[in-house]
Nanobody, 122 residues
């Protein structure tokens, strides 16, 4: 079994910062990509940022310059540093990873965390 566990959400004032973390654990052969999505009330889930192995980070236009995604491959962890937060950043943030598990047939699957609430409000 493969699991993603997120942490770091909460309530922050506009202009503030938060750092989200996501750790992948379980029977993992390799992780091909890790990233973050978010879903605000009444809206569709959208990509925030993603980083594939050996690739470059892709950011949503709405967060570019304010959010920074980083990975610690040794720890199977991805971080999302969120600065200059705005009320429109309020959403449930979910970690996503494309992982090849150590189980037959050793094919990549997309895995999701349970989500963490980020609320930006004064």
């Amino acid at each position: 079994q493969v699991q993603l566990a997120e942490s770091g959400g909460g309530l922050v004032q506009p202009g503030g910062s938060l750092r989200l973390s996501c750790v992948a654990s379980g029977s993992i052969f390799s992780i091909n990509a890790m990233g973050w999505y978010r879903q605000a009330p009444g809206k569709q889930r959208e990509l925030v940022a993603t980083l594939p192995n050996g690739g470059t980070t892709v950011y949503a236009a709405s967060v570019k310059g304010r959010f920074t995604l980083s990975r610690d491959n040794a720890k199977n962890t991805v971080y999302l540093q969120m600065n200059s937060l705005k009320p429109e950043d309020t959403a449930v943030y979910s970690c996503s990873a494309k992982i090849i598990p150590r189980t037959v047939p050793y094919l990549p699957n997309n895995y999701w965390g349970q989500g963490t609430q980020v609320t930006v409000s004064s």
